[in-house]
């Protein structure tokens, strides 16, 4: 009974391709898998509309101080808006005035 060497040489000719296919897989899991992976995807894009609500609230509060800044400009005060601001602010009221709470 004769032994074949040819199961050594077989192992080391396999162990380079199998190395390399383990890798592939690990790299096409993370792919799918990973914090930026195709089934993420769908995570960030729930959070881009929700995200993009949010700005869109957050650019309507900017323009509405951006009115009241205007509103208050040193140059050309609304007087309207600067009477509100101090009765409101600084609790300042006419004697000839009625106050009526809306609460």
Same mark, same amino acid.
């Given at each position: 009974?004769?032994? !074949?060497?040819?199961?050594?040489?077989?192992?080391? !000719?396999?162990?380079?391709?199998?190395?390399?296919?383990?890798?592939?897989? #690990?790299?096409? !899991?993370?792919?799918?898998? #990973?914090? $930026?992976?195709?089934?993420?995807? $769908?995570?960030?894009?729930?959070? &881009? !509309?929700?995200? +993009?609500?949010? &700005?869109? +609230? &957050?650019?309507?509060?900017?323009?509405?101080?951006?009115?009241?800044?205007?509103?208050?400009?040193?140059?050309?005060?609304?007087?309207?808006?600067?009477?509100? &601001?101090?009765?409101?602010?600084?609790?300042?009221?006419?004697?000839?005035?009625?106050?009526?709470?809306?609460?």
């Amino acid at each position: 009974m004769v032994r !074949s060497n040819k199961k050594p040489e077989y192992l080391k !000719s396999v162990i380079g391709p199998a190395l390399g296919l383990l890798a592939l897989l #690990g790299i096409a !899991s993370y792919a799918l898998l #990973g914090p $930026t992976g195709i089934i993420a995807w $769908t995570d960030y894009r729930s959070a &881009l !509309s929700e995200r +993009k609500v949010e &700005l869109a +609230k &957050l650019k309507k509060e900017r323009d509405a101080l951006r009115n009241r800044q205007l509103l208050l400009d040193r140059d050309n005060v609304d007087p309207d808006f600067a009477g509100e &601001l101090m009765r409101k602010e600084l609790n300042v009221v006419a004697p000839d005035e009625v106050v009526v709470p809306l609460k």
